[in-house]
Nanobody, 116 residues
Framework: QLQLVESGGGLVQPGGSLRLSCAAS????????MGWYRQAPGKQRELVAG???????SYADSVKGRFTISRDNAKNTMYLQMNSLKPEDTAVYYC??????????WGQGTQVTVSS
């Protein structure tokens, strides 16, 4: 199994930056692709960025050029560097396997609020 704990969110002004972390417990972390997802109020959860086991990345059009996904398998941790943040980036951010594995539950997520 895989337990996931997201952290690093907060309140930031437009144009600011945040770095999210996803700490994973469970041996399968090293053998699955991982992704960052987000859910804004009243909207469905969406994929923000994915990183395959082979190292290929995929980003939502809305975050391309601003967000960077990375992982450190030695630390069982994944990151999302978010720059040039916009109010529309406000959401709860979650990490989970990419592609999704339905049996892996969602963590608590971390709230990102972009506001002046």
């Amino acid at each position: 199994q895989l337990q996931l704990v997201e952290s690093g969110g907060g309140l930031v002004q437009p144009g600011g930056s945040l770095r999210l972390s996803c700490a994973a417990s469970g041996t399968i972390f090293k053998i699955v692709g991982m992704g960052w997802y987000r859910q804004a109020p009243g909207k469905q959860r969406e994929l923000v960025a994915g990183l395959t086991r082979g190292g290929d990345t995929s980003y939502a059009d809305s975050v391309k050029g601003r967000f960077t996904i990375s992982r450190d398998n030695a630390k069982n941790t994944m990151y999302l560097q978010m720059n040039s943040l916009k109010p529309e980036d406000t959401a709860v951010y979650y990490c989970n396997p990419y592609p999704r594995i339905p049996t892996i539950t969602w963590g608590q997520g971390t709230q990102v609020t972009v506001s002046s």
